[in-house]
């Protein structure tokens, strides 16, 4: 590997996209120097210098030819003529119908659910879709399902955030006021009683948001989901799309759950089958597993800018009496164990407190906002996250890390599978 950094100017014609992908430990410059050109929906302005971090995945796309610079180690870089955008922006003037329609008849805008495999761009096309409606002057409201990924806060969570300009090139949507709900797994299939119960309370939320914010209710909904699609993930998909109420279903590159959802979704849901980009790139469990702990770590310090963090986050001690931690949902026993009534099923709701010990080392847990454990902590949605970095069992004290140095905004904490080490990468 070569430590100087290479540079290449990439002549872009119409419908063009310049395709790339940073390697490990290093990153990439990028510059428009001529023409118009966007990546993933959000326009680049020319002569500014993009960042991107090593494994980023870059798609430059061009409706009318551009010339980009790129300076920086990348592992792969091409110029693919083929691409579907012109399919997916065709989606979005439907969907822009579907808004003047519902501004002009005083309805609601189109609710629409992406939907296929793992990865097939699925949370790439639902950002091209919010970022195009943004571009209108709409306000969308983005609904990321995806517990393994995890745009809107961290993997083991849903989350959803209007979406009032178009994403940041470097670091995604703004993040203005999300509404986060503790799930606590990387999978749906982990939890899967737990995972449709915040799924509706979201889908309940956005339906209290929409009656009060006309302009969010016109701009519809655009939702995220993950890959599970097979068996219980069919289930959950057919659950998201009926708690939600969705019009119309994209699925991406399958043509099996493309017939599925003909078949079993009602008259009045669209099913469209749309073709996956050759550019998306496939992960295995390990780029996967990367993925989520950079997620994580972008959580704490932000998005890297110059190789620097943005954010400082704050390690503090607290007292093990000034917080309650709980998991959701206890082993199941059989039947017989129960009481008279009581189905196994029900453990899975279950708040099941945790003692302080070293097995809870290095995991991120969700602040709940329920008032007390009597409420309804399970629905109640998540304030933020931290770390347990550290316990000393003597001075009966945790270290935490906060991104905020005040002090906890509650005192019931709820464990994620996940764990972070906070470690420089
Ligand atoms: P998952 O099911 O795992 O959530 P997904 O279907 O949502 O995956 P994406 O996350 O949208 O897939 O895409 C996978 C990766 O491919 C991302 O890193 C994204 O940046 C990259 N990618 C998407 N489209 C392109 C493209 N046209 N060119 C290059 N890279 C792309």
């Known amino acids: 590997m070569s430590e100087e950094k290479s540079v290449e100017e990439y002549r872009l014609n119409a419908d063009e996209e310049l395709r790339f992908e940073v390697e490990a430990n290093a990153s990439v410059q990028m510059e428009l120097l001529e023409g118009m050109a966007e990546v993933f929906g959000s326009e680049l302005t020319k002569g500014k210098v993009y960042n991107f971090d090593q494994g980023s995945k870059v798609a430059v796309f061009t409706w009318h030819g551009c010339l980009i610079k790129l300076q920086g180690r990348t592992e792969v870089a091409y110029v693919a003529k083929e691409t579907p955008m012109v399919m997916y922006i065709n989606t979005h003037a439907a969907l822009e119908q579907m808004r003047e329609k519902a501004e002009s008849d005083n309805t609601r805008g189109p609710r629409v659910m992406v939907v296929g495999p793992t990865d097939v761009g699925k949370s790439t096309l639902t950002r091209l879709l919010c970022n195009y409606a943004a571009r209108l002057g709409r306000a969308p409201l983005f609904v990321d399902l995806d517990v ?10 849903i989350g959803s955030v209007v979406v009032e300009r178009p994403a940041d090139v470097e670091e995604g949507f703004h993040l203005n006021a999300p509404l986060v709900f503790h799930y606590g797994h990387t999978a749906p299939s982990t939890n899967p009683q737990l995972y449709k119960l915040i799924v509706s309370r979201m889908a309940e939320v956005t339906n209290l948001k929409c009656e009060k914010q006309r302009k969010v209710s016109i701009s519809g909904v655009v ?33 099996r759950l493309y017939n599925e ?35 994580i770590r972008e959580y704490f310090y932000g998005v890297k800018i110059n190789g620097k963090d943005s954010f400082f986050p704050h390690p503090m001690d607290i007292p093990f009496s000034s917080v309650k931690l709980y998991k959701i949902g206890a082993p199941a026993l059989p039947d017989a164990c129960l009481p008279l009534g009581m189905k196994s099923q029900d453990n899975k709701l279950k708040l099941v407190p945790i003692r302080p010990g070293i097995n809870i080392l290095h995991h991120v847990f969700s602040v709940s906002s329920a008032a007390s454990v009597e409420d309804n902590v399970i629905e109640s949605n998540t304030l933020g996250h931290v770390v347990i ?29 996940l764990q972070f080490m906070d470690i420089e990468i």
Do not use: C
Request: net charge negative.
């Open 261 to 295: 959802l003909k078949r079993d979704m009602p008259e009045f849901v669209k099913v469209i089958l749309l073709p996956k980009s050759g550019g998306v790139v496939e992960r295995n469990q390990h780029q996967r597993s990367d993925a989520r702990d950079s997620r």
């Open 223 to 255: 939702i995220n989901t993950g890959g599970w699609i097979k068996g219980g993930g069919y289930d959950s998909l057919k659950h998201a799309a009926g708690s939600f109420e969705v019009d119309v279903i994209i699925v991406l590159d399958q043509e």
């Open 389 to 417: 970095s550290g316990l000393d069992t003597e001075k009966e004290t945790f270290n935490i890390l906060s991104p905020s140095q005040n002090p906890l905004p509650n005192d019931i904490l709820l464990i994620l599978d």
């Open 148 to 157: 393994g990924q995890g745009q809107v806060s961290i993997p083991g969570t």
